[in-house]
């Protein structure tokens, strides 16, 4: 049995029919960007996390990038972020000219609370948190030690639209959340997009303006803007997705709880939960072991897809070598880049596929 890490064409094929008419009546209208689906979009998934508001962008740099701008991140602020994350996060602060301070995970892959405060310096302008693989940050937490501060928090939600603690869903604690809609996100579109998140009104021209060019009216510029518009396509098969979302939801809970309850070697470390189970919405499946390539061969061996989910921080990446980290700068995000591998995991993974990937890796 062959089976990959991602199946997008499976998802895609279970609602074709609803897809070819979205599809259908866009070309149909002749709008294709910043119409009707956009703003439908931007009003259902504001309430859908629960903010004021919503914009739309091209993609989640995009929205990091702006996020940071609109706060006022400049040369010389600190922003305090993960080591453990993908690279596009550290970027939306280096493309504002700021300097990321890095902070080790705690044992769930998210920024670890308890190690914030040691890092604030009177340069501390913003903590960036971001719920990996789908489970929320410890939020409480966080907001607590921002507003104890007076720092900005920005919410990088790109793997975890809908998670949330106590009803209270990612992208809606902060004061700006990120998003990405890229197509192996749970709600993705056909192709790249993004979107901010917020509650405060002052942040909405602003977003707006800076996301098209830094217009204000059809060719009245007042900001060095960027270019970075959902288009009506992408925003069209979001609205039809976010209708049986909570759907796709549960269903990859269904795999996750699978997955957590038998996949029993000794050797292969679960993943684990903080808050409630079902505050998890399962972006990735991600497990560990020490001698993780030798794991990774094995299952390719036996026909199962893996992805490492990140072989390689950012601090230690070429791109952030003017910061001057080294090997062993942060031990326990390098031992999760050494050990971490993402098991097979999409909507309608048959239970046949779920039985051939458990009973592999429970002979490993």
Known sequence: MNIPNNNMQRLFSKHKQDYMKVLESVLDRGVYVLGDEVSTFERNFAKYIGTNYCVGTANCLDSLYLAFRMIGIQEGDEVIVPANTFIATVM??????GTPIFCEPDEFYNIDPARIEALITPKTKAICVVHLYGQICSMPQIMEIARKHNLYVIEDVAQAHGASINGKKAGSWGDIGCFSFYPTKNLGGFGDGGCLTFNDETYLELAKSLRNYGRMGLYHFVYEGINSRLDEIQAAFLNK?????????????????????EIKNPKIQLPKTKFELESHIWHLFVVATEKRDEFKEYLHQHGIGTIIHYPEPPHLSKTYAYLNHQVGDYPITETYANTILSLPFYNYMSDEEIDYVVKVINAY
């Open 92 to 97: 939306g602060i280096s493309k504002n000219k």
């Open 241 to 261: 997705k976010l209708e049986h979302f909570d759907e796709l939801l549960e269903d990859r809970k269904r795999i996750a709880k699978r997955y957590l309850t």
